[in-house]
């Protein structure tokens, strides 16, 4: 349903054999790229993963290890004959960033279209996904993404019929349009069963732990979350430099009674994060070590039957 | 003496195990590095040479597989505490792409100095190595760099006596000063023997077969040449786009007569190069069909004895 690939889980320098932290998104064929640093190509190439049919390009903020990779991508996508738009969207200066990248990607044959925004949240669509942008604490302006697929509400006959609704108004009724028949207003409701939970997931790296995260992330499917050092030294350095720590974000993530969480953006300095396990789930059993190119597809719940 | 790493060998898009082509040069402690694409630092990591000590980058041409490295590498630079200016040197352009490339990476810590050149050949000293930029046939302007470490002449006892030279005077003419003594003039050719050959390494790429890539690849102690091609459609192609085949290369690596040649920006369509191994050897038996990460140290020939 909505296919989640973590392509790195780098931070500030990409290594060998760790790519930088950028998360690729498939719901129903529409593809979203967030954050695109120096390899973030190379890294879908090696998930057999086209960049061609992205749609879209999300930026948390404009650090080059979040970005530096763009002018390339956008290249490689000119080079596989790709001919429709591209979105690219993210925090205001964005434009400024953009002229940057066509100094070095000189010729894109395809049209670049582009969204800043500047609100403390922000809110747009693309395909089935709902992005919600909202603020972070880092060192410059830097945004999360929670992103949303709504669950279409079960017809139920059972309530059509007790509603007395015509059959032959049960396909219009049941795509959410609202009908004057007869001298009665027939409402979506009337046919449809009670709301139905979609799947939410939440991404947000580079700040210092903050209540918008831990509000987001509420009981969240998946929770992608900073981890970028796990031990005092680091600390103290997540504290200097507005970064977030793996005991803050397995505490956040046990907070927000996320299902899952997984780590990302660890330090260079973090040579095997794999050290801080058995500490990070006597925090949160949930939280995920997790390593470039974990993946998970996110499916509903089962539907609940009636006599739950 | 002049330690060469080819860090690697891909044209045009980035791959898993294939990184663009770039070559790091290191002569008695004077570091170059030769076009920086899309993830040419973490080539650079995985040979473990480290980026901190590079003096100057110099550029072929502005396609984006030569040169979208940059900000990630400078930025890397100054998370290494880089206080050290760096000098970049490349074709009229690269004040415009320098700019491009701040607004990525905003803020760098050290001095960046370059120079823009124009003419048909340019030459330059860094540390022990001379460069001549030498211009190709690509699309857009684009030069060869042809690297010469010179040897410096050996000290003749004999030749010393010979001349009557004063033993106080034998260093400060080996250095290459000229004194003037009792009424002599005392020249350093008074007490050097021979000149000795030096190296020479010639690196084209991205360029159409050319007369300037003949001539300063002549009796080369290694030329890096491009082969981008290896079959009939191929050709096709680096015609209409302005690169050179493997069999173009390697004829030109025969007439030249050098000593060894390592091809290089393979298409991501050339999947083995090794495919054409048996093809190219019979054109040129000289021809190594390098890997990322080729390596030599080249070093000056034995000197002869007197007998010789």
Redesign the interface.
């Known amino acids: 349903m909505l296919d989640v690939c973590l392509l790195g889980t780098g931070g500030?320098?990409?290594?060998?054999g760790r790519w930088l932290t950028s998360l690729y998104l498939n719901c129903a064929g529409s593809a979203v790229l967030i954050d695109c640093?120096?390899?973030t190509?190379?890294a879908l190439?090696?998930q057999r993963i086209s960049c061609k049919h992205i749609d879209a390009i999300l930026f948390t903020h404009?650090h080059?290890?979040h970005?530096?990779?763009l002018?390339?991508i956008l290249?490689?996508m000119a080079?596989s004959d790709r001919t429709d738009p591209i979105t690219i969207i993210g925090p205001k200066g964005l434009g400024?960033?953009l002229?940057?990248?066509?100094?070095?990607?000189?010729y894109v044959p395809f049209e670049i279209r582009y969204m800043e925004f500047d609100a403390k949240e922000e809110q747009f669509d693309i395909g089935p996904m709902h992005f919600t942008a909202f603020a972070l604490k880092h060192s410059v302006t830097c945004y999360g993404f929670e992103v949303t697929v709504n669950r279409t509400r079960r017809f139920d006959p059972q309530k059509a019929q007790q509603n007395d609704i015509p059959k032959r108004m049960w396909g219009i009724l049941q795509k959410g349009q609202t009908v004057e028949h007869e001298g009665r207003t027939l409402t979506p409701d009337m046919v449809l069963g009670d709301e139905r939970k979609g799947l939410k997931l939440v991404y947000a790296t580079d700040t210092r732990p903050c209540e918008a995260i831990r509000e987001h992330a509420k009981d969240a499917d998946l929770f992608i979350g900073e981890g970028m050092y796990g031990d005092e030294e680091g600390s103290e350095k997540a504290r200097h430099n507005k970064h977030m720590t793996m005991q803050e974000s397995a505490q956040i993530a046990l907070d927000a009674n996320v299902k899952e969480h997984w780590f990302t953006h660890y330090s260079p300095s973090v040579r095997d994060p794999f050290e801080y396990e058995e500490e990070i789930h006597a925090i949160c059993a949930r939280t995920v070590i997790a390593k470039d190119g974990q993946r998970a597809d996110l499916a509903f719940e089962h539907e609940e039957t009636k006599e739950d």
């Open positions: 500030t320098v990409p290594l060998p640093g120096e390899g190509q190379i190439h090696q404009y080059a290890d970005t530096a990779g002018p390339g290249l490689t080079k400024e960033v002229k940057g990248v066509m100094m070095i990607a000189r």
